[in-house]
């Protein structure tokens, strides 16, 4: 029986000539993430250890993304934890204040991630590493405090479902269209525990950062992680960004998928995703009229320059509808920088948004846009349940930079041809 992309990856890492679906592994890890919420948690279970030693500096990754710069007293004291053991055990890429970016852009971008990794991270959305090819996946505190102590994690070999996709998008249809189109129509229980793989010639017309963010949202499908060939952009990406080896794996022909769906990307329209859950999705023109208050572009989603791009080609000239609150968030110092160098972050300002330090900050509530009971955002984040970015009575709408940058000009939701 033929193994698919990840049970090939997992195999290598488990030392197994095969492996297959179901089958419980132990793999070598090449790469262990924490940021400043979770890694407090792990290194608190570490102390609990016999072995108080890392199994490898430059193999572990801590990243203050979240509440970073410090937003109170429990933030800063989260931080400090994890200042110190990085300090203390020699920690080679710990990443703070000046030098952080948003853990998921940050790391790609640093070279740390590339095709045939194995990669744990004690936060969901690590299997957006997929898109260069490596097998990423999320984990709780206390398997990323195993996983620092010995360099290796205990796997459930997922099946997989196969996702063919042909033909090019239209201007102003991204990565996130897509990935909201998959979860729309599969539900966000759909690939549970399952790789999702994506394939065909369509891969191509795909930038990386369009790859990145469908990788990143696999998990909202339920799924253990999301995958993409390693094709020559990949290849380009990881040879610009790190100066570590890849090994490239390939799905057997006679691979065993449980499902698998062919997706034109020509078809493909502007989607959002309606409150609660990303599976609610319409298209922009089943939209109606949704006014709204705020809008965020940013976050481990959709926050690289590709991103920015968009919304600031979008934005140029034009003002943000008065009443609306317009949040733009860089995912990386780098990214930042290259805004300021472009011009984007003048157009942001002369817009009238504001455009703030990489944090992951209004994703999860934590601040830099927090919401108030009734209130509406559009965000170009990755997830809309009760509460998500605030009061339990606001309403988060899933949508991609182009979608988010038009609805801050119109002040409802809207198509980005509308702000034209």
Request: aromatic fraction near 6%; proline fraction near 3%; include cysteine.
């Amino acid at each position: 029986m033929g193994m698919t992309m990840t049970q090939k990856i997992l195999a290598a890492h488990a030392g197994l000539n095969q492996v297959q679906a179901g089958q419980l592994i132990e793999a070598d890890l090449d790469l262990v993430l924490g940021n400043d919420i979770t890694s407090p948690v792990a290194i608190h279970e570490m102390d609990k250890f016999e072995k108080q030693t890392v199994f490898h500096k430059d193999k572990i990754a801590l990243v203050m993304d979240h509440f970073i710069p410090n937003k109170d007293i429990k933030s800063a004291e989260h931080c400090k934890c994890v200042r110190e053991f990085a300090c203390r055990h020699e920690i080679t890429n710990y990443f703070d204040v000046g030098e952080m970016g948003i853990e998921h852009a940050l790391l790609p971008e640093k070279g740390l991630t590339v095709a045939g990794d194995v990669i744990i991270g004690a936060d969901s959305h690590t299997c957006t590493y997929g898109a260069l090819g490596a097998f990423s996946t999320g984990v709780g505190s206390t398997d990323m405090a195993a996983g620092m102590a010995t360099g290796k994690a205990w796997f459930k070999v997922p099946s997989a479902i196969k996702f063919n996709l042909v033909g090019k998008p239209a201007k102003w249809v991204s990565g996130k269209d897509l990935i909201l189109h998959i979860i729309g129509m599969i539900g966000v229980d759909g690939a549970l525990y399952k790789s999702m793989e994506f394939t065909g010639e369509g891969v191509a017309n795909l930038s990386m950062d369009d790859r990145f963010t469908v990788a990143n949202m696999a998990i909202e499908a339920g799924a253990k992680n999301g995958i993409f060939p390693v094709d020559e952009k990949a290849i380009a990406y990881m040879e610009e960004h790190s100066k570590r080896p890849y090994r490239i794996f390939e799905a057997d022909e006679d691979a065993v998928y449980d499902e698998e769906y062919t997706i034109d990307l020509g078809e493909l329209k502007s989607t959002v995703a309606f409150p609660h859950l990303p599976e609610n999705t319409k298209t922009i023109d089943q939209v109606g009229e949704v006014a709204i208050d705020q809008v965020v572009i940013g976050s481990c989603t959709n926050g690289r320059l590709e991103d920015l791009r968009c919304a600031a080609e979008i934005m140029k000239d034009k003002k943000v509808k008065k009443g609306v609150r317009c949040i733009v968030i860089p995912a990386t110092q780098k990214i930042y920088l290259q805004a300021i160098e472009e011009g984007l972050v003048q157009t942001f300002i002369r817009a009238g948004a504001v455009v703030s330090t990489p944090t992951c900050g209004p994703c999860l509530g934590g601040y830099m846009g927090i919401l108030a009971a009734g209130e509406r955002c559009v965000s170009t984040t990755n997830r809309n349940f009760v509460g998500r970015m605030g009061h339990v009575d606001s309403e988060v709408y899933l949508a991609s930079p182009a979608v988010a940058a038009a609805s801050a000009l119109t002040g409802r939701i809207s198509a980005p041809e509308a702000s034209e």
